[in-house]
């Protein structure tokens, strides 16, 4: 299986400016085992930020001796910052949930860590309601199989309130996780537990106290995963991610949207021959739909940053390369409050050396004015259908998962250095 998800850094790296105000002005790339007693490490804020112009800019890492991921950032409603990922530094086993809270400057407040003995991954964070969080990922800890869908809950601060494993006796992953309009959750990921193929999209839905609603596979013979899930104007959900099942090419872009128990409405692929996937999708204003990830069918290098817009029914409008001569990657994608997108990834073609982080500025028609880098609009997309559109075979539809709900050992610990000069 494909590797789902690259981490973000080796060390928990956290970077607030604001980067998109003048994007355009720039001229050069810059079964439940027994409850332990919770270790916990002081952590060694910075105590002081540098100024560094008008606005709040700051860098800090945090983490420990070994390898800390950061996977998710979240603004929380008082301001600060809230980070979910992985900790090896940590914890009670070979890799922990690691969560990290931060206050508007940049200074640590508190940290978690969530996990049992094995491999247990964050990848996924959100603000619930209450003010708490939740955190969707992978546990190898717990569960019914060799991998499940770990799902924490935390009060606001940062105090587990309840887990819940879902999936079956192989690798089942949660990777995007959102609170929906009833105060339940959904999940998006992939199974290798149920379906039809290698894996599938997977789709779970709990209520709020994260008791099992329902569960949707959606797939073919080979591997279908689900990296971005929505909730969708009209109650519904749409996930995006990739296919290998269906399209024109190796991978294409895979977006599923489903209504709001979960029956699915349509299914779209986008691509060529090459490798082409779906790392984030958002809906738009005009009731569509924008999507960005990588391509390899398209652009100027070995892999390029992929946006796709569709409208509302899932037809397309237009897609753009984001051009460099080696590995660029979309990771996360908003709308701007200018109609236009913002994208943030990483690149090897432009910057200081090795990966950098890479945000992109486009306007409502995905046109950019960078100096390093251009938009091009891709050649001619071959769009099908995985699904009831076009000619292309209807993907398999399932259900399955085993809800367990284990106690973790909790703990904290991390380091908190400033990056800034």
């Known amino acids: 299986m494909k590797n789902l998800l690259k981490p973000l850094s080796l060390a928990l790296f956290v970077a607030a400016t604001l980067l998109m105000q003048n994007a355009c002005n720039r001229t050069s790339p810059s ?3 027994p409850t332990q007693t919770a270790h916990t490490q002081t952590s060694s804020p910075s105590d002081t930020i540098p100024a560094i112009g008008p606005s709040s800019h700051f860098c800090k890492a945090i983490g420990g001796k070994n390898d800390d991921e950061g996977n998710s950032l979240i603004q929380t409603s008082d301001g600060s910052y809230a980070i979910a990922g992985t900790t090896k530094s940590f914890g009670a086993g070979e890799r922990d949930v690691y969560v990290v809270k931060l206050d508007a400057k940049g200074n640590l407040q508190w940290t978690k860590t969530i996990g049992g003995k094995e491999d247990d991954k964050g990848y996924s964070l959100i603000q619930t309601s209450d003010g708490g969080y939740a955190i969707a990922g992978v546990t190898k800890s717990f569960g019914a199989g060799e991998r499940d869908v770990y799902v924490v809950k935390l009060d606001a601060k ?4 309840w887990t819940k ?3 079956g006796p192989k690798d089942d992953w949660g990777l995007s996780l959102i609170q929906t309009s009833d105060g339940g959750y959904a999940i998006a990921g992939s199974t290798e537990s149920f379906g039809a193929g290698e894996a599938d999209v997977y ?3 709990l209520d709020a106290k994260g008791n099992l609603q329902w569960t949707k596979t959606i797939g073919g013979e080979n591997e279908d995963l689900g990296n971005s899930l929505i909730q969708t104007s009209d109650g519904g959900y749409a996930i995006a991610g990739d296919t290998k099942s269906f399209g024109a090419g ?3 872009v895979y977006i599923v949207k489903v209504d709001a128990n979960g029956n699915l409405q349509w299914t779209k692929t986008i691509g060529r021959k090459g490798w082409d996937a779906g790392r984030s999708l958002i809906q738009t204003a005009d ?3 924008a999507i960005t990830g990588e391509t390899y069918s398209f652009g100027a290098g070995g892999y390029d940053v992929y ?3 569709l409208d509302a029914h899932g037809n397309l409008q237009w897609t753009k390369t984001i051009d460099g001569p080696n590995y660029d990657e979309g990771r996360s994608l908003i709308q701007t409050a200018d109609g236009g997108y913002a994208i943030a990834g990483e690149t090897y073609s432009f910057g200081a050396g090795g990966y950098d982080v890479y945000v992109v500025k486009l306007d ?3 046109d950019a004015c960078c100096a390093f880098g251009h938009t091009a609009f891709s050649q001619t997309s071959r769009v099908g259908s995985g699904g009831r559109l076009g000619n292309s075979p209807t993907p398999s539809i399932g259900s399955g998962g085993k809800l367990t709900s284990p106690t973790p050992t909790t703990s904290s610990g991390g380091t908190l250095t400033n990056q800034c000069p």
């Open 31 to 33: 079964s439940n085992p």
């Open 158 to 161: 940062g105090n587990l309130q």
């Open 165 to 167: 494993t879902i999936g």
């Open 203 to 205: 789709v779970v839905k």
């Open 250 to 252: 190796s991978w294409d």
């Open 287 to 289: 009731g569509g739909y």
């Open 307 to 309: 946006v796709v817009k």
């Open 364 to 366: 409502r028609n995905g």
